[in-house]
């Protein structure tokens, strides 16, 4: 089964610094997939950033980038130059591989328990 | 365009009651899944529909249904609610997975 791990239940930031937001993960399967969401107190999860198994390279969006450490089963997300609006709940989550039908993957997606961040000016 | 839409936003109900959660995914995903997140056990996958077919479930008792109309929206619903069924419920629509999931607002259920 799989299983994401987030240790930390709650992280400061000082505004325009760099935060490391940490992921473990565990799975049997080769093919995967890592995301990350955010959750701001209205609930909406909102996607930033997600990492293919194999992929080689780490995956960049904007202040996002995912530090993937596959031996480790470690993805963590980085926001660089962090902002006030940053503050909210980061979920890490892993996607299994299921069938493929139409061009369209399904499978559920594993969610961690989630990081709240708090940026103070 | 326009995102995930979830209604209502939400909703109280008394124990026993039944409750059904609406769904309408961007225009042109096939895909929808449902989550339930609490303060105590996260979130939590309930089902996914592709193509009006359900294609997997999580562990969720029998009370826990949903369907998918030909037009991809998708509903669920509780049936004899429970007061631990108040939660929050996610409606995910996707089209490729590798581009992730794109999530609605959210039902807010409450259960009395």
């Known amino acids: 089964a799989q299983k994401i791990t987030q240790t930390q239940p709650g992280m400061f930031v000082q505004e325009k610094e760099a935060v490391t937001l940490d992921c473990t993960y565990d799975?049997?399967?080769?093919?995967?997939?890592l995301f990350w969401y955010k959750q701001p107190s209205s609930g909406e999860m909102i996607f930033l950033i997600y990492?293919?198994?194999?992929?080689?390279q780490n995956a960049t969006e904007g202040r996002y980038s995912l530090n993937f450490q596959k031996a480790r089963k470690s993805a963590n997300l980085v926001i660089s130059a962090s902002q006030l609006g940053d503050s909210a709940m980061y979920f890490c989550?892993?996607?299994?591989?299921?069938?493929?039908?139409?061009?369209?993957?399904?499978?559920?997606?594993?969610f961690g328990q989630g990081t709240i961040l708090t940026v103070h000016p | 365009k326009a995102g995930v839409t979830q209604t209502p936003r939400y909703l109280i109900k008394t124990r026993g009651q039944q409750v059904t959660l609406s769904c309408s995914p961007i225009?042109?995903?096939?895909?929808v899944s449902w989550y339930q997140q609490t303060p105590g056990q996260g979130l939590q996958f309930l089902f996914e529909?592709?193509?009006?077919?359900?294609?997997n479930k999580g562990n969720f008792p029998g009370r826990f249904s949903g369907r998918q109309f030909s037009n991809s929206r998708s509903e669920m619903n509780v049936s004899t609610l429970e007061l631990g069924d108040s939660a929050l419920y996610l409606c995910?629509?996707?089209?490729?997975?590798?581009?992730?999931?794109?999530f609605g607002s959210g039902t807010r259920l409450t259960v009395v």
């Open positions: 995910a629509s996707s089209l490729f997975g590798n581009y992730g999931y794109t």
């Open positions: 799975t049997s399967d080769q093919s995967y997939g």
């Open positions: 990492q293919g198994s194999y992929d080689e």
């Open positions: 989550a892993m996607r299994e591989s299921k069938g493929n039908a139409g061009g369209t993957s399904y499978g559920k997606l594993t």
């Open positions: 225009s042109g995903h096939r895909s």
């Open positions: 529909y592709f193509s009006e077919t359900q294609r």
